[in-house]
C-alpha cells in the first residue's frame, strides 16, 4: 500500500498494468486453467481424514445379520407395491408398527407449474409413511434419518427391504442415544420436500441423514452422492464416514461412479481423477439435487445418497455387508455430540479417499477473476486519462459524464428487462404458446424461454442511438467498465455459493469482458460471444457431461437432452427454489447482453 | 374370605385411632403401582408418603424428625417453604403409546415452590433454595438463575392446602438438558426411612431402573389437611418414581414380565416402619389380555385420570401374600396383542420449523380427542431470551379458524436477565388439533456465552399444557378419604372433571455459532486486515496529494544563491 501512496510508483505501477495488461490477462487465464487442472493431480491433493472425534476413534461392531430376511420384506414389499399399484401405505404402516416403531403417515399434493416429461407428472399426490425408533430415556430432541424412496416400477424394492431390516434390528439395540427415522418417501424430492416442510419436527433436531438407493439382491459397489441443492455439500466427515466404513467392511466404494485408482503418476490415472473431479464441478454447478438426500441440506442437515451398483464385475456383496455398513455409520453418528461441523464444508473430490478444500481451489477462481480487475483498471486509466484529440486537458467533467450516464443506464435497464422476461414469461405464457403452436407443455415452455433469450439478441444493441444519439468513444468505455465491474461481483458472489458454477460461468464470460470493444471484427466477434453465452455454455455442458460419464450421445439426443435440461432448471426453481435459473435469466444473462451491446456500439 | 378379614381389619385400625383419639403423627406408606401397557411395554409407578403432623412454621424449632428426612425438612424451615416439587427424569412420556401417567414431568430436571408470604425477599431465598437443593439431590440445579426462572401466573396452583394466589412467591425453573442418573437416584433413596434396605424400596436397583424407555423421579412436599374439615395440618412428603420398561429391549420381544425380569430382585417383605405397603396391578383388560400370577383375590377400584380401572392388590404387610416360598415375583403374561388402548383426551407436542440461522417458528400443537365436549387449556411456554420472540405473530388456530385465547399473560424477555414467559388459556373444540405458533430470531450470543459445545444446539424447556378435562367417570372429591396413593396426587374439586398435566418435548435450536476451533486464523486475519488494510487505506484516504517541484540540484542551488546575491532572478 505504501506502493500506492507514493504517486511515481503508483504511477510506475499502473503504467506497467496498462501496458502489460493483454499479456497479464492471458497469462492469468492460463495460469488458473492450469491451476484447476492441477487440482486433481493426487500430490497436490489432501487424504481425507476424520475431524469429528466422535466418530474417530469409537469402537463400533457390526453385527447385522438379516440380510435374506431383508430382502424377503423387500419382495414381499414388491408384492404389495404390485398388487395396490403404488405406495402400499396400509402395509407398510402395519409392517412398521410390527416392527415397534411409531408410525405416522403423511398425505401431499403438488401441482407442478407445467407438466415434467422425464417423470411423467403434473398432479402429483402421495404418501410419505415414516416410523421413528424412539431412542431410550432419550428427550426426543436429536435425531438421525434413513430414507429410501418408493419409486415407480421394479426399482428400489431392496432398500425398502434393507430399511425395514435394520429398523427391526436396530429396534432390539440398547445404545440408542438420538431418534432413528425410517421413511419411506413417494415421489422422490416431492415427497422428501413435503416431509421436511411438515413433519421433519416430530424427530426433534435432525443431525444426520442417509437415502439409501438399492435395486438388485447383490451389488458391486456402492456410490456416494453428496451434491445438494444450489450445489451444497454435507460436511466432508460424512464422506470420510462413508469410505472408512466401506474399508472397514470391504465394500468397493465409488464417488460419481468411478473407482478410485492408485496410478496418479501415470497419464491415464491422472485423467481418470480429473474426469473425477469435473464430474462433481458439473453436478456441483446444475444447483440441482443430485439425490433424495439434497433438500435435507438447505435444513442444516449434513445428508448423502447411498447408492447400490450391480455392474458386471466378479466381486459382489450381498445385502449383510450393506446393512452391516449401513449399522456402523448410524452407530458411529448415534455418538456425536454435535452437529457434524469439524471438516470442511466447502471441498471438490478427484477420489474418495483425496479432497480439495476451498483454500486450495479459489485461487484458481481468483486467477480468472483478477482479470475482470485488470481490464477494469485498464479501462479506468483510459477513461482518467485526457482523450488525445483535447490539448488542454481540463475537460469539464460534468459535461463529459452527463450524457452517458443515460447511455449506460439505458442498456442496463433494458438487459435487465429482457432478463425478467425471460424469468417470467416461460411460466406465463405456456397456455399461449400451447395454443397457437403444436407443440407439448414442456416444449412451450422451454421454447418460449429460448425464443425470449435469442429476441434479446436482437433487442438492445442499438437503443442508446434513439436516446441519446451517436454513441462517442467514450460511452462504451463507461459501459464497458461498468459491465466488467458487474460481471467481476456477480461470479465473486456466485463461486462464493457455488464454486463449481461461478468458475464454469468465469471461464467462458471472463475471455468475452476482456476482449469486447466496437472495434473488434463484428462478425467473428459476435460468433465467438454467441459461442460464449450461458446458454450456449449449458449446451457444451450437456455434451460434455455425458462425455464424462462415458456414455457420449449425438447431436440430436444431446439436443432433446439439452431441452429437458432447461425445463428441469425451471422446475427445480418452482418446485425446490434452486437457484440456477433466476441467476442466470436475472443477473448472468443481462450482463452478457451489456457485452453484447459494447459489440454493436455505433 | 380374605377381604372380609382385611375389611376387618381396616375397620378396627380406623376404630382404634378414633377410640383412642390419638393424632395420626407420623404414617409412612409405600405402594407400587403396575400398568402393563398396549404397546407391551410396562409401566411401574413408586409412591412413598411420609405425612407429619407438625409446623414448621411459626418460629418452631424442630429437632426430632424421626421419619421425615431431616435435610429436607431444615429446608422447609429455614427456606420458609409453602410446597416444593422437583423432578428428574430421563426420557420423554409417549402419551399416545402410554396414556397419561400418574405424576407428569418433563425430560431433565423441574423445580417449582411456593414461598411462605412470610418471605421478603423471594428471589434471593430461591437462588439460596436451588443450590442446597443441588447439593441434596447431586443436581445441576445450582444452574437455576433469573435467566431460566419464571412466575407462572395461573398454571402452577399450589397443590396443598391454602389460598395463595399471589404468584410473586412462586418460582417455577427447568433444565431440559439435565441427565439423570445413579447419583441422583442415591441421594433420593436415602430420604426413605427404610432407605433401600426393605420394603418396596429393595426393587430399586440402577442398573435395571436406567435400563429402561423412561424414568422419573420426584419429590413433592406439600402442607396436607389431616382430616375432613382441616382442623389440623401436617406435612406431606411424596416421593415418587417411574420407570417404564421396553417390550423389546428389556423383555427381548416377549409379552410377559415378572418383578424379577424388570428389577432383578423379588420381594420378601414390607418396610416395617410402613403403615401399608401395597403392590397394585392394573388389570382393567383382564382377563383378555393378560394372567397375573400368583392371583390375588383382594381387587380394588379407583377413578384415575377419568377412567374407572381395577386393580388387583397385593399387600405386602401380610404374610400370606408372600407364599410358601417366602418371596413374592408377580408375573404378568400376555394372551393376545390385540386390542386398541383408549385414546388420552389431551395431548401436546412441539417442533421448529424454517430453516436458516436467522428466524424460525416454535409450533405447538394442542389435540383435544374428547368426540363431543370443549374443555379450556392453559399453555405455559418459557423461552430463552436468545430466540427473541415476534410476539405480534402469535396465531392460535383450531380446525382452521382463529381461536382467540381468552386469557393472555406476557411477559417479554430482557437479554440475558429473564426468558419470555407467554401463559395463556385456550379454549380446545371438541375432537381438533390447536395450533400454536410464534415466530423468533435467534440472537448472536457473546463468545463467552456459548457453551463448550456450541454446535450441539441450545435447549428450550417444555410447554406446559395444565387442563380439567371432563371425566367419563364420576370423580372422588373426597381429599381426606383412604385411597390409593396414585389416585390422589393432583386435588380433585368436582366429580365430572380432573386434572392433567401434559408436557411437550423440550426443542433442541441451533443459534449462529462462529467457528471457534480457528481463533488463530482469526486473530491472524484480523490482525493483517487492521495493519495492513486499514493504516494504509487511512493513510490513502487522509493524506493530501500535491504536484512538488523536483528537488532543484545542488549546482543549481548554488548559482541561485550566486543570483540571488547579484540580484538577478533566480533559475
Redesign the interface.
Known amino acids: 500500500?505504501?506502493l500506492?501512496?507514493d504517486?511515481n510508483r503508483r504511477r510506475a505501477l499502473i503504467s506497467l498494468l496498462t501496458r502489460l495488461n493483454a499479456p497479464i490477462c492471458v497469462v492469468c487465464y492460463m495460469a488458473g486453467v492450469v491451476w484447476f487442472m492441477g487440482l486433481a493431480f493426487e500430490p497436490f491433493t489432501l487424504r481425507t481424514y476424520m475431524s469429528e472425534n466422535a466418530m474417530g476413534s469409537t469402537m463400533v461392531e457390526e453385527r447385522f445379520p438379516s440380510g435374506e430376511r431383508a430382502l424377503a420384506t423387500g419382495r414381499e414389499f414388491a408384492a404389495h407395491k404390485k398388487k395396490v399399484g403404488g405406495m402400499p401405505v396400509d402395509w407398510l404402516v402395519k409392517t412398521m408398527q410390527a416392527r415397534?416403531l411409531?408410525v405416522f403417515t403423511q398425505t401431499f399434493s403438488r401441482t407442478l407449474p407445467f407438466p415434467d416429461e422425464n417423470k411423467e407428472r403434473y398432479m402429483v399426490k402421495g404418501t410419505n409413511v415414516y416410523g421413528i425408533l424412539?431412542a431410550?430415556?432419550?428427550?426426543?430432541?436429536?435425531a438421525l434419518v434413513l430414507s429410501a424412496p418408493c419409486t415407480q416400477g421394479d426399482h428400489n424394492n431392496q432398500a425398502v427391504g434393507l430399511l425395514l431390516g435394520l429398523a427391526q434390528y436396530f429396534?432390539?439395540?440398547?445404545y440408542w442415544a438420538k431418534d432413528i427415522i425410517f421413511l419411506i418417501n413417494e415421489h422422490d424430492l416431492i415427497g422428501m420436500q413435503a416431509w421436511l416442510?411438515v413433519n421433519?419436527?416430530?424427530g426433534?433436531?435432525i443431525q444426520a441423514a442417509l437415502s439409501l438407493e438399492l435395486s438388485s439382491d447383490v451389488i458391486t459397489s456402492m456410490d456416494l452422492v453428496l451434491e445438494g441443492l444450489n450445489g451444497q455439500l454435507p460436511n466432508l466427515d460424512l464422506a470420510n464416514l462413508f469410505y472408512a466404513f466401506c474399508q472397514k467392511i470391504g465394500v468397493l466404494c465409488t464417488i460419481q461412479g468411478k473407482l478410485q485408482r492408485n496410478d496418479w503418476d501415470s497419464v491415464s490415472g491422472y485423467s481418470h481423477s480429473v474426469q473425477t473431479m469435473m464430474l462433481m464441478v458439473m453436478k456441483q454447478a446444475s444447483g440441482r439435487p443430485w439425490g433424495d438426500h439434497g433438500l435435507f441440506l438447505?435444513?442444516?442437515i449434513e445428508a448423502a445418497t447411498i447408492k447400490g451398483i450391480n455392474s458386471f464385475r466378479q466381486y459382489k456383496t450381498d445385502t449383510n455387508t450393506i446393512g452391516r455398513l449401513l449399522e456402523g455409520m448410524y452407530r458411529k453418528l448415534n455418538n456425536l455430540?454435535?452437529?457434524l461441523?469439524?471438516s470442511y464444508f466447502f471441498y471438490l473430490m478427484p477420489s474418495l479417499s483425496h479432497f480439495v478444500s476451498i483454500g486450495y481451489y479459489m485461487p484458481a477462481f481468483g486467477l480468472l477473476a483478477v482479470i475482470l480487475l485488470l481490464r477494469a483498471l485498464d479501462l479506468w486509466v483510459q477513461l482518467a486519462s485526457p482523450p488525445p484529440g483535447t490539448e488542454d486537458g481540463v475537460v469539464d467533467t460534468e459535461q463529459m459524464w452527463s450524457p452517458d450516464v443515460l447511455s449506460v443506464l439505458t442498456p442496463l435497464v433494458i438487459s435487465h428487462l429482457t432478463g425478467v422476461a425471460l424469468y417470467y414469461l416461460p411460466i406465463h405464457f405456456q397456455k399461449m404458446a400451447l395454443e397457437h403452436f403444436p407443440v407439448s407443455d414442456t416444449e412451450a415452455v422451454v421454447l418460449t424461454a429460448i425464443a425470449v433469450y435469442t429476441a434479446g439478441l436482437a433487442l438492445p444493441h442499438n437503443t442508446h442511438r434513439f436516446v441519446s444519439g451517436e454513441g462517442t468513444e467514450h460511452g462504451w468505455r463507461v459501459l464497458k467498465l461498468v459491465a466488467v465491474l458487474y460481471l467481476a461481483v456477480l461470479l465473486g458472489c456466485t463461486a462464493l455459493i457455488n464454486f463449481s458454477l461461478g468458475f464454469i460461468l468465469a471461464l467462458t464470460l471472463v475471455p468475452v469482458a476482456a476482449f469486447v470493444t466496437p472495434h473488434v471484427p463484428k462478425v467473428p466477434s459476435a460468433f465467438v460471444l454467441v459461442i460464449l453465452s450461458p446458454a450456449c455454455t449449458l449446451l457444451f455442458s450437456v455434451f460434455f457431461f455425458q462425455e464424462l460419464q462415458e456414455v457420449p450421445i449425438s447431436f440430436q439426443d444431446g439436443w432433446v437432452l439439452y431441452l429437458s435440461v432447461i425445463s428441469q432448471g425451471i422446475l427445480d426453481h418452482s418446485l425446490y427454489g434452486s437457484l440456477v435459473y433466476p441467476l442466470i435469466a436475472l443477473l448472468v444473462y443481462p450482463c452478457w447482453l451489456l457485452f453484447w451491446n459494447i459489440l454493436f456500439w455505433e | 374370605a380374605c377381604s372380609n378379614i382385611r375389611g376387618v381389619f381396616l375397620v378396627f385400625f380406623f376404630l382404634e385411632r378414633k377410640l383412642w383419639n390419638l393424632p395420626l403423627l407420623y404414617d409412612f406408606q409405600e405402594e407400587l403401582v403396575i400398568r402393563p401397557l398396549h404397546s407391551g411395554d410396562i409401566y411401574a409407578s413408586f409412591q412413598f408418603r411420609t405425612v407429619w403432623e407438625t409446623d414448621f412454621t411459626r418460629g418452631n424449632k424442630v429437632s426430632h424428625y424421626r421419619l421425615f428426612p431431616k435435610s429436607l425438612g431444615q429446608v422447609i424451615s429455614k427456606f420458609s417453604v409453602r410446597e416444593l416439587h422437583i423432578s428428574f427424569t430421563q426420557g420423554y412420556w409417549r402419551t399416545m403409546q402410554w396414556g397419561q401417567p400418574f405424576q407428569p414431568a418433563p425430560p431433565g430436571a423441574e423445580l417449582w415452590v411456593w414461598f411462605q408470604d412470610s418471605v421478603t425477599d423471594v428471589d434471593s431465598t430461591w437462588k439460596e433454595l436451588t443450590n442446597v437443593l443441588s447439593g441434596i439431590f447431586c443436581a445441576s440445579l445450582n444452574f437455576i438463575d433469573s435467566t431460566n426462572t419464571v412466575q407462572p401466573s395461573a398454571s402452577f396452583k399450589p397443590l396443598g392446602i391454602g389460598n395463595v394466589t399471589d404468584h410473586r412467591f412462586l418460582r417455577y425453573a427447568t433444565l431440559p438438558r439435565e441427565i439423570v442418573c445413579t447419583e441422583n437416584l442415591t441421594p433420593w433413596k436415602k430420604l426413605l426411612p427404610c432407605g433401600s434396605k426393605a420394603g418396596l424400596a429393595v426393587l430399586l436397583k440402577s442398573e435395571k431402573l436406567f435400563h429402561s424407555s423412561f424414568h422419573s423421579q420426584a419429590v413433592h412436599i406439600r402442607p396436607m389437611c389431616q382430616d375432613w374439615e382441616c382442623k389440623t395440618t401436617s406435612w406431606e412428603l411424596r416421593q415418587t418414581l417411574n420407570v417404564v420398561f421396553d417390550l423389546h429391549t428389556s423383555a427381548q420381544g416377549k409379552r410377559e414380565w415378572s418383578l424379577f425380569k424388570m428389577f432383578s430382585r423379588t420381594l420378601t417383605e414390607a418396610c416395617p416402619l410402613a403403615s401399608s405397603s401395597k403392590i397394585y396391578i392394573d388389570i382393567t383388560d383382564n382377563p383378555e389380555q393378560f394372567e397375573v400370577s400368583p392371583a390375588t383375590p383382594l381387587l380394588s377400584q379407583a377413578s384415575v385420570l377419568g377412567d374407572r380401572r381395577t386393580f388387583s392388590v397385593y399387600d405386602l404387610t401380610q404374610q400370606i401374600t408372600f407364599g410358601t416360598v417366602r418371596s413374592l415375583n408377580l408375573l404378568i403374561r400376555w394372551k393376545s396383542s390385540e386390542g386398541d388402548m383408549l385414546r388420552p383426551l389431551l395431548h401436546g407436542e412441539r417442533y421448529v420449523a424454517g430453516y436458516g440461522l436467522q428466524t424460525g417458528e416454535i409450533h405447538t400443537l394442542m389435540y383435544n380427542y374428547h368426540p363431543y365436549r370443549s374443555f379450556p387449556v392453559l399453555l405455559l411456554d418459557s423461552v430463552p431470551w436468545y430466540l427473541r420472540l415476534y410476539i405480534h405473530t402469535l396465531t392460535v388456530t383450531s380446525k382452521g379458524k382463529d381461536n382467540k385465547p381468552s386469557y393472555i399473560h406476557y411477559q417479554p424477555s430482557k437479554d440475558r436477565v429473564r426468558p419470555h414467559l407467554l401463559e395463556m388459556l385456550v379454549q380446545l373444540p371438541p375432537n381438533s388439533v390447536t395450533e400454536v405458533t410464534v415466530q423468533f430470531e435467534r440472537a448472536l450470543l457473546k463468545w463467552t456465552e456459548y457453551t463448550p459445545d456450541p454446535n450441539h444446539g441450545f435447549y428450550v424447556g417444555s410447554s406446559v399444557i395444565s387442563s380439567l378435562v371432563p371425566s367419563i367417570v364420576a370423580m372422588d372429591t373426597n381429599s381426606t378419604r383412604e385411597r390409593p396413593l396414585f389416585s390422589s396426587f393432583f386435588p380433585c374439586k368436582e366429580e365430572s372433571s380432573y386434572f392433567v398435566r401434559v408436557y411437550t418435548e423440550p426443542l433442541l435450536v441451533n443459534l449462529p455459532t462462529p467457528d471457534f476451533s480457528m481463533p488463530y486464523n482469526v486473530i491472524c486475519l484480523t490482525c493483517t486486515v487492521v495493519a495492513v488494510g486499514y493504516g494504509s487505506l487511512y493513510n490513502l484516504l487522509t493524506r493530501s496529494f500535491q504536484i512538488e517541484e523536483p528537488n532543484p540540484g545542488l549546482a543549481k542551488r548554488i548559482a541561485n544563491v550566486i543570483r540571488k546575491m547579484r540580484g538577478v532572478p533566480p533559475l
Not at chain 1, 431410550?136 to 436429536?142: G, Y
Not at chain 1, 429396534?171 to 440398547?174: L, P
Open positions: 500500500m505504501g500506492l501512496s504517486p415397534g411409531e424412539r431410550p430415556r432419550a428427550p426426543r430432541t436429536e429396534r432390539n439395540q440398547i416442510e421433519m419436527g416430530r426433534g433436531s438447505r435444513y442444516h455430540l454435535e452437529r461441523h469439524q
